[in-house]
């Protein structure tokens, strides 16, 4: 069961590793590529379900990204894995590699 603070707490993770994201120039283009959203829709998108544990699920689909964005917020690796769990949609999936 969800706590409103941990869902809370995964969310501000995940909002983190979005703006990771859109700062780097490497790293948007591919997530536009995977997920398929316009750059400009991105926005609205992220109020979408699964829209952020999508997020966190491209982070942790690829260690260097993982460990980069880990480094970048000093959040342990561990912690994101976990707050993935905390989202809508955020299930087990992340384990498949993008």
Do not use: W, Y
Not at 6 to 23: D, N, R, W
Not at 29 to 58: D, H, K, N, S, Y
């Amino acid at each position: 069961m969800n706590h409103p603070a941990t869902q809370e707490a995964a969310e501000s993770i995940a909002i983190q590793a979005l703006g990771f994201i859109a700062a780097d120039p490497e790293l948007l283009p591919r997530f536009l590529a995977i997920t398929g959203i316009e750059a400009t829709a991105i926005r609205q998108a992220a109020g979408e379900p699964g829209f952020l544990a999508g997020v966190l699920q491209f982070v942790l689909a690829h260690e260097p990204t993982l460990m980069a964005f880990a480094q970048a917020s000093g959040i342990a690796p561990g912690e994101i894995g976990k707050a993935l769990r905390h989202l809508p949609l955020g299930d087990d999936s992340h384990q498949t590699s993008i």
